[in-house]
Each structure stands twice: as structure tokens, then as C-alpha cells.
């Protein structure tokens, strides 16, 4: 009898380990598919703060200035001419 209820006790361990692991193997799936794309998204952050660095680089140039000065202030350097469209 004793043998009996130790063979039960051990297969319905057997069993809930058996079920837990399944769930566990369909968590640990679902955490990689996560995990990838947060890597990607990371990825996607590291090119985009390397833009915003290239960017703010590029903000401090005599080069940007000119062209900021020239695009909304309308100004031009003293050796320009500027030509504007006649009026229709």
C-alpha cells in the first residue's frame, strides 16, 4: 500500500513538473521574440543618437549658420547677387 501511494505522489509530481515546464518553455519563447525586439529598438536608438550627434555637429559649422542666415533671414555675403522671380 505504501509503495502504491509513493508511486502516486510521484507521478503527479511528475505531472505538475511536466506542465510547468511546458509553460515555462512557452514563457522563455515569448521573452526571446521581447528580448529580439528590444534589441532592435535599440538598435534603432544607438543610429538615431548618432544622427542627433551628427546633427549637433553640424549646427555649430560657419556652414549651417550661412545657410540658416540665408534661408530665413534672407541675408547674403557682400560678393552675392541675388536675382529674385518677377511678379505674375
Known amino acids: 500500500m505504501a509503495m502504491l501511494g ?4 510521484v507521478g503527479s509530481l511528475a505531472v505538475v513538473v511536466g506542465i510547468r515546464g511546458s509553460s515555462l518553455s512557452a514563457k522563455d519563447a515569448e521573452y526571446r521574440v521581447k528580448e529580439a525586439r528590444l534589441e532592435a529598438q535599440l538598435a534603432e536608438e544607438e543610429r538615431r543618437a548618432a544622427e542627433l550627434e551628427e546633427e549637433r555637429v553640424y549646427v555649430q559649422t560657419k556652414q549651417y549658420i550661412e545657410k540658416v542666415a540665408k534661408e530665413k533671414l534672407g541675408l547674403v ?3 552675392e547677387i541675388l536675382l529674385k522671380p518677377s511678379q505674375p
Do not use: F, I
Not at 509513493?6 to 505522489?9: D, E, I, N
Open 6 to 9: 509513493l508511486t502516486l505522489v
Open 77 to 79: 555675403n557682400p560678393d
